[in-house]
């Protein structure tokens, strides 16, 4: 960051005030955007579903494409933090930290031609933290419609379908190059934090993975199917709870404070 401000910029000390101004440029520009093109913009209450408030708002929009409300929430975040020391002369030195800090965070949620409904988050603080949540369902479901394919559709997943064959072979079409051409598409639409001479600097984002779900839908002709199949994968993986096996799923953090496991006294 302090490249950015004095080598870039080419400011003589990169303070942490030259920061306020970034951020207020960018919530005006979100306010702007909502306005010229009426898209609400609400505060998100905590506590509550944002699924769940947003669903009134998808429900009634009917354009192909589009942003359909803007959503603020304060969340936490890792920012920068600045402590100033003396430097040489009169001219102040800043040093900067990486911490977490609670700020607003807006959520853009859009309808996409090739995604359908999503949704991008976007911190108000360097490093303004970028979050995509897609659903490769939507994303087959919106090139099944294309293509004219019938299909009824679960919540998420797919109960039918006239032709599977083409089902299968859009499932295994989606890859990165989908992902990355939905964020280019957006992130050129939306306000954004940087300017375009600084994204095309090189200072813009970078995508990767931070959670990713695989679902197989399952389907039973009678529920007593239903009970069996979660019955059988209940069995099958009893010893996850086992602390040989937790750190796989969830890791720790050890430290010479940790308490170790109680030794075993005899068999169990």
Request: glycine share 6%; hydrophobic share 40%.
């Amino acid at each position: 960051m302090c490249y950015f401000l004095h080598n870039y910029l080419g400011h003589p000390v990169p303070s942490p005030a030259l920061l306020r101004p970034r951020h207020d440029r960018f919530l005006a520009a979100v306010q702007q955007f909502s306005e010229e093109r009426r898209v609400p913009l609400v505060p998100f209450e905590r506590g509550e579903s944002k699924d769940a408030f947003v669903a009134p708002y998808r429900t009634r929009f009917t354009a192909r494409e589009g942003v359909v409300l803007i959503g603020v929430a304060q969340e936490k975040m890792r920012s920068f933090k600045a402590h100033k020391r003396p430097g040489h002369g009169r001219t102040p030195v800043f040093d900067f930290s990486r911490q977490s800090v609670a700020v607003n965070h807006y959520y853009f949620y859009v309808q996409d031609r090739d995604w359908g409904p999503a949704f991008l988050k976007i911190g108000t603080y360097l490093p303004y933290p970028v979050k995509l949540c897609l659903n490769g369902h939507e994303w087959v479901k919106q090139r099944l419609r294309r293509e004219r394919i019938r299909f009824d559709s679960l919540d998420n997943g797919f109960l039918a379908c006239a032709d599977p064959a083409a089902l299968q072979a859009a499932c295994d079409a989606l890859g990165p190059a989908d992902v990355q051409a939905f964020f280019d598409r957006w992130s050129h639409r939306l306000p954004w934090p940087m300017t375009a001479p600084e994204r095309a600097a090189g200072y813009d984002h970078r995508l990767a993975i931070c959670q990713l779900e695989i679902s197989l839908t399952q389907v039973f002709d009678r529920p007593v199917q239903g009970r069996h199949f979660f019955e059988a994968v209940i069995r099958e993986n009893l010893d996850l709870g086992r602390p040989s096996r937790v750190r796989l799923l969830f890791p720790l953090r050890l430290t010479r404070a940790t308490p170790h496991p109680p030794l075993a006294t005899g068999p169990e």
